[in-house]
């Protein structure tokens, strides 16, 4: 139920029409289970697509893990991160080849529109230490 909702959320502030109703449905989601079960999901994803493209979802992911994300934010980052790493879609890519890739790049550019003043230095770093675990450490050449 959780997936729906969130997803129909994400179009429904895509379109301008009023979420509230569909908040309520989701007011006592235990967020805690959610968010640790949806990394296992996160991960063979952007193991796929690399590491540039892996580091806004998982910047979205650590907004939605953050004490201080509101309901609608949650519902949000969570309907665009399921909607861009299962890989049932509204508009699935063997049929509809590259616009069943940009429906889940819209979703994702959406929701990290809507949350990026949310990103802190912490949940960069939390970011940044998720990606040198699952993709080793990258280095900077520094001139001196």
Do not use: H
């Amino acid at each position: 139920m959780l997936i729906a909702i969130s997803i129909l959320v994400l179009a429904y502030l895509i379109m301008g029409r009023d979420v509230q109703p569909l908040l309520d449905k989701v007011k006592n989601v235990d967020w805690r289970g959610k968010i640790n079960s949806l990394i296992d999901k996160v991960r063979p994803w952007a193991l796929k697509v690399g590491r540039a493209t892996a580091r806004p979802l998982l910047q979205c992911y650590y907004v939605l893990d953050d004490d201080n994300t509101s309901t609608l934010d949650r519902v949000l980052i969570y309907g665009a991160i399921i909607y861009t790493v299962v890989s049932k879609d509204l508009l699935p890519r063997s049929v509809f080849g590259v616009l069943g890739v940009l429906d889940d790049g819209a979703a994702m550019l959406y929701a990290y529109k809507k949350i990026k003043s949310k990103i802190t230095p912490q949940i960069n770093a939390k970011v940044e230490d998720t990606l040198n675990e699952w993709f080793g450490v990258e280095y900077e050449m520094v001139e001196g």
